[in-house]
């Protein structure tokens, strides 16, 4: 991604290096281009060797019979629709909707991705389709642990009856999503390994920006404001329901699905008799099933807004998109994320620029994975980073002007199988005299961490802190010692600073 408001100082790569949004790592080692021209010189279409049209490619989908697995038939958008497309007058979350595959976490971030059109076209290059030198191949690109990758496959899609089990188009004819779907799939390891997950990672994957987690039933007092920063800052926004008996209850009720994930594709202040109403517009991926409470399709509160914003805003549709007041919509929903290339939204520092500097690391059993408790012989052997925070740019001294991110990169291929461990950080000030290099046990013994951070196991871990100029040593640890994974730091700061 490229802004004016973020500066990649000490990243994995600079901006046309390898990784970077204009050049892309090869996934799995496969050239688009050098694969489309082989095709085209020596004729015939693409069948990714990579990622087979089997049921390996499948996996296992929740409803799929026995007999309908046998029925699994790997079919070409041609041979669905002989007047198939890759885009129809551009792309919409209105394009598509959800099939078997119980992947609602990522379809809800491509339905607010299309809303991003710089973002989208980086995700979803444009210049591909069925009819001039066709050869059945496409790519997608995505962000993924610190680098760009750019994602090939061909156009074989899991149908039964030749009906699609994965993503499928409204308008049978339009099928950038399914493609871009089996893109993702293959990044996973299969569709299967696409079910359940949490919308943040998607946008996370779409973008490589900062993302934040709100629990939206202890959300900050200024939630209306830090949505409308996010709108402006042009951020992917996500949300989910209730499981359990309270999502059943709000389900049976409201006719809200219960833990699923959403799309937060807009927000509006509106006067309704006398009063500011704060409105957000939620889009269910399913293209259907809405909420029917206040400020639905069906509200009588709409007749109590002007004729021009009930004509500008009201679309009576069975198109799974919805209004819903900010009070309800915390009450309702249990969580939302926020991503954007920059934490602008998160405060109202606006004019900003943030300097971002990122690292990989590794934990390894018994050699650098010493846990959480400082106090311990072996904590000094975990990761150790120093960051120096500098006067420049104003004086942010005091306030909330270092984001940190600690990201689990993990070693095994297959989503499914990932388990993610319990990650935090404790940070250290460090004196004029501290020793240079990583710091030894002595250092630790009469030290204590001026912050320690929450333990998370989510795939990443980020919070804000105040830090003074100064020098300070990050040590990022497992809540457990002694296990092994990577992971990739990363600080955004509002001065200059440095981190080695």
Not at 292 to 314: A, H, I, P
């Amino acid at each position: 991604m490229t802004s004016t408001r973020v500066r990649m100082i000490h990243g994995l790569y600079e901006d046309g290096g390898k990784g970077s949004p204009s050049n892309p790592v090869k996934f799995k080692s496969q050239d688009f281009e050098k694969l489309r021209d082989s095709l085209l010189k020596e004729g015939g279409t693409f069948e990714d060797e990579m990622f087979p049209p089997t049921l390996d490619s499948l996996g296992t989908v929740e409803g799929l019979t026995a007999e309908e697995l046998k029925e699994v038939e790997w079919l070409s958008p041609l041979d669905l629709n002989p007047d198939a497309s890759f885009v129809v007058d551009g792309t919409s979350r209105f394009d598509f909707q959800q099939g078997q595959v119980g992947n609602c976490w990522f379809l809800s971030a491509i339905g607010v991705l299309t809303l991003h059109k710089s973002l989208i076209a980086q995700v979803v290059p444009q210049n591909q389709g069925f009819r001039e030198n066709y050869t059945g191949i496409f790519h997608f690109r995505f962000w993924r642990y610190g680098k760009w990758v750019d994602v090939v496959i061909d156009d074989l899609l899991p149908t039964v009856r030749k009906v699609p089990l994965s993503v499928s188009s409204k308008s049978k004819k339009e099928f950038w999503a399914p493609l871009l779907e089996k893109a993702y799939a293959k990044v996973c390891g299969s569709y299967s390994d696409m079910i359940a997950g949490n919308s943040d990672e998607a946008f996370k994957d779409f973008t490589g920006g900062v993302s934040m987690n709100y629990t939206l039933s202890k959300s900050p007092p200024d939630l209306w404001d830090v949505m409308n920063r996010a709108v402006h800052s042009k951020a992917m926004m996500g949300c989910g329901t209730y499981g359990g008996e309270k999502g059943k209850e709000f389900s049976k009720k409201f006719d809200l699905v219960e833990g699923h994930a959403f799309g937060v594709t807009g927000v509006k202040q509106m006067q309704s008799q006398g009063e500011t109403v704060n409105l957000v517009r939620v889009w269910n991926p399913w293209g259907e099933k809405e909420w029917n409470g206040d400020w639905s399709d069906k509200s009588d509160l709409w007749e109590t807004v002007s004729n021009k914003e009930r004509e500008l805003y009201l679309k009576e549709r069975n198109d799974g998109e919805f209004w819903i007041a900010l009070e309800d919509f915390c009450t309702y929903f249990e969580e939302m994320d926020i991503c954007c290339e920059s934490p602008n939204f998160v405060d109202d520092d606006a004019a900003c620029h943030w300097n971002c500097l990122q690292k990989e690391g590794r934990w390894e059993a018994g050699k650098s994975a010493g846990g959480p408790d400082y106090s311990t012989e072996e904590f000094w052997t975990n990761p150790q980073y120093r960051l120096t925070v500098k006067a420049v740019e104003g004086d942010y001294a005091g306030d909330r002007n270092v984001l940190l991110s600690l990201l689990q990169k993990p070693d095994e291929e297959f989503r499914s199988k990932v388990k993610y461990q319990a990650i935090g950080f404790n940070i250290f000030e460090l004196p004029s005299e501290a020793p240079k290099g990583h710091l030894s046990s002595s250092f630790f013994q009469d030290k204590s961490p001026i912050k320690v951070s929450t333990f998370s196991q989510r795939r990443e871990l980020i919070e804000f802190h105040s830090l003074e100029l100064g020098e300070y040593l990050i040590v990022p640890c497992t809540y457990e010692p002694n296990k092994t994974s990577s992971f990739i730091i990363t600080t955004y700061s509002k001065a200059e600073a440095d981190m080695e």
